[in-house]
């Protein structure tokens, strides 16, 4: 037992050797390496291995220590990238084909006050309005329509028929509706968030069980009690599926809709601005911004899910589960 875990301890040791290897060579070699000594793009290859290796240690020990679940994917992160800049700066890629992570680095951070500024129009103003607008009116008509089917009859087909119109020929209209400010790209938010909550919401108000609301009958409940004691917690993970949906949706169309006109600023103003220019380092920081801050709207949805569906059986079964 004590030789096997010596034994691992070496490969482990080995392994990280090897992946620091492969840093060490990318950091001190000039651009276009690999075309000088092609051989050395296997040193690559095995650092590659060699983190399989070493998440697969990692998996088996998921269980056991909570760190290790994001231990995991910052790892396979930290190779990806590592071997992103590794090929981009081996064969010497042009920048304008494909930018190396240390140079959207570089630019991610000698342009803060501007990117700062790109992210408020975008998402401190219209993401947010938007999406707060269309995910409160979503939840409040299929309030309605769960009450009433002729509303149903009616919002269903549009609701179809809206999902099938691309964000390239909404923003445009709205542009010439609303302005070229954040305005314009909140509508469209709006068109695009509501009908994906009106649906979950009114799914989920729909899937109350029989026996529930004879019980809520029985005990002469009122509208108010049984929507919020029987009707909402049983909506709620619909409704949830649906805000974190939109969070990726919102984002997506603000800065699609700042194609068809913006002030001199915004995210999407930015990529289309830049790309132009060939300055594809300042595209790709601002489409991390852009990753970021929908990664972490996401990731604050999820959180609040957890805490307040902690009683729902998907959440139960997953904690007995582990």
């Known amino acids: ?23 060490i060579i990318v950091a001190t070699n000039e651009i276009g390496f690999y075309k000088s000594v092609p051989l050395l793009i296997l040193i690559l290859i095995v650092a590659a291995y060699s983190m399989a290796m070493l998440l697969g240690q990692l998996t088996n020990l998921e269980g056991k220590y909570k760190v290790v679940k994001a231990l995991i994917p910052s790892l396979f992160a930290f190779m990806l990238l590592l071997t992103w800049e590794s090929v981009i700066k081996g064969y010497a890629v042009s920048p304008i084909l494909m930018p190396a992570p240390s140079n959207i680095f570089d630019a991610l951070i000698n342009n803060i006050p501007m990117l700062w500024a790109d992210f408020k129009q975008t998402y401190l103003k219209a993401v947010l309005a938007g999406y707060i607008i269309g995910c409160s009116s979503g939840f409040i008509v299929a309030q309605w329509a769960v009450r009433s089917q002729v509303l149903r009859d009616a919002l269903m087909p549009l609701g179809n028929f809206m999902s099938a119109i691309p964000i390239v020929g909404i923003a445009p209209i709205m542009v010439m509706w609303f302005g070229f400010d954040w305005q314009s790209k909140a509508a469209v938010i709006v068109v695009m968030t509501f009908f994906p909550m009106f649906i979950n919401t009114l799914t989920g108000l729909q899937s109350t069980d029989a026996l529930h609301k004879d019980l809520m009958h029985t005990y002469a409940a009122k509208k108010s ?20 949906l939109n969070s990726a949706l919102a984002l997506i169309g603000a800065i699609v809709a700042e194609f068809f006109g913006t002030p001199i600023v915004g995210m999407g103003f930015r990529i289309s601005t830049e790309v132009g220019r060939m300055n594809m380092d300042l595209v790709w920081a601002t489409i991390v911004v852009a990753a970021i801050a929908g990664s972490l709207s996401y990731g604050a949805l999820a959180l609040l899910e957890k805490s307040l569906l902690f009683w729902h059986p998907s959440y139960r079964e997953g904690n007995n589960s582990r």
Not at 2 to 15: D, E, G, P, T, V
Not at 226 to 239: C, E, V, Y
């Open 1 to 23: 037992m004590l030789n096997s875990l010596i034994s691992q301890n070496i490969k482990n040791a080995l392994y990280i050797a090897l992946i620091l290897i492969q840093v």
């Open 225 to 244: 009690q049984i929507f919020i004691k029987n009707q909402l917690p049983h909506a709620l993970p619909f409704i949830f599926n649906a805000l974190k």
